[in-house]
């Protein structure tokens, strides 16, 4: 697939992609579909702006910028991300120890992902959220395969080190 003919076929293969990256950045399943009918939306409308090149990569930089103008307009209005509730969400009730130990675990994860430098963390969250291949996060960061394949393994040994340590 190397151009923007088929949008059916391009929709099709990364639509899915598309939203797991999307939600690495917005962590909120309604707003990531939002996002990626608003990402096709833009591709089609502006497909002549398409230079040739990875169609994934140019699906996520238009992804990423109607995240960041989302975000920009929240702030101007002065909301919190945080403050939109879903209506439709279903209280779930589970026992209170089990959802207290496991809130624990995710902060203490995200705390340790934290301490990892930027790059570390980006391949680490493309990877393992976004479940992109190690050829797609080289895309999008604009290096190798290899390069990819390499810090992500240095990177878990990082966070594995660092959490044996705290235990």
Not at 35 to 43: E, M, P, Q, R
Not at 48 to 53: A, K, L, M, P, T
Not at 106 to 130: C, F, G, N
């Amino acid at each position: 697939m190397s151009d923007l003919n088929d949008m059916e076929a391009v929709y099709k293969r990364y639509a899915l992609p598309l939203k797991k990256y999307i939600m690495t950045l917005c962590h909120d399943d309604f707003l990531a579909d939002d996002l990626v009918a608003d990402t096709f939306y833009k591709a089609i409308t502006h497909a002549d702006s398409w230079r040739g090149g990875n169609i994934y990569t140019w699906l996520c930089t238009i992804g990423k910028n109607l995240f960041l103008n989302h975000v920009k307009r929240k702030e101007y209005q002065n909301l919190s991300l945080d403050d939109e509730e879903n209506p439709f969400e279903i209280p779930v009730f589970e026992d209170p120890n089990v959802a207290i130990e496991r809130e624990e675990q995710k902060t203490y994860l995200q705390k340790k992902l934290q301490e990892l430098s930027d790059v570390d963390r980006k391949v680490v969250y493309l990877r393992t959220y976004a479940d992109l291949s190690f050829k797609e996060i080289g895309d999008v960061l604009g290096k190798t395969e290899n390069w990819a394949r390499v810090t992500f393994f240095r990177s878990k040994e990082k966070l594995r080190r660092s959490m044996e340590r705290m235990e």
